[in-house]
Structures are given as C-alpha cells and as structure tokens.
Nanobody
Framework: QVQLVESGGGLVQAGGSLRLSCAAS????????MGWFRQAPGKEREFVAA????????YYADSVKGRFTISRDNAKNTVYLQMNSLKPEDTAVYYC??????????????????WGQGTQVTVSS
C-alpha cells in the first residue's frame, strides 16, 4: 500500500514557475514508477510526465516538454514536478500516481495503482 500526498500548488502568473512535490508513504517507494497527471475543469485527466523507479527514464507530454521536469529522490520518498514558463492552459488539478508496471505505457491511467488527492495549480494571464 502506498499513500501519496501532493503539495506545492498555488496561483502564479503566466511565465512563472512552481515546483510540485509528492510525498509517498511506505518502504517500497523505490519499487514504483511515478507519474504526474492533471485535470482541468470539464476535461479528462491527462498525462503530464512519468519517471522510472530509478529515475533513469522520463517521459513527457508534448504540451509540457521543455518546460516541465520530473525528478525523484528515493531517499526522501518524494517525486517532484518542476514547472517553468507556465501558461494559463496549464491551470488544472495536478495528481501524482504510482505504479509498478508503468513505463511501457506511462500515459495510460490504468497502469497506475495509487493516486494522490491532487493539488490546484492556477496560472493567471
């Protein structure tokens, strides 16, 4: 069992930056690949980024590539999402997720076993 708690969301102006954190409970954090998804009002939850258990592989949605960076610290049981050059269309609730067999299809929500409650990110124009 893994529990995930996101933090770091907030209100930022377009062009600004935020860093989201996702703290995981449990001693098996390093066994899980981790992902970030987001959901804007009236839209489906969409993939943002994923990272393998070791941190050696990362994947990004085209919409955030070059602006967002996913990373993890297994010693701290934490995964991060550094978001730069934020745009109003990045406004959403951001969720972190954990899964064992993820990296073959990191964009597929059904690959993830555990989800956090989400943190709101609002980007003003």
């Amino acid at each position: 069992q893994v529990q995930l708690v996101e933090s770091g969301g907030g209100l930022v102006q377009a062009g600004g930056s935020l860093r989201l954190s996702c703290a995981a409970s449990g001693r098996t954090f390093s066994s899980y690949a981790m992902g970030w998804f987001r959901q804007a009002p009236g839209k489906e939850r969409e993939f943002v980024a994923a990272i393998s258990w070791s941190g050696g592989s990362t994947y990004y949605a085209d919409s955030v590539k070059g602006r967002f960076t996913i990373s993890r610290d297994n010693a701290k049981n934490t995964v991060y999402l550094q978001m730069n050059s934020l745009k109003p269309e990045d406004t959403a609730v951001y969720y972190c997720a954990a899964g064992v067999v993820v990296m073959s299809e990191p964009r597929r929500r059904s690959k993830y076993d555990y989800w956090g409650q989400g943190t709101q990110v609002t980007v003003s124009s």
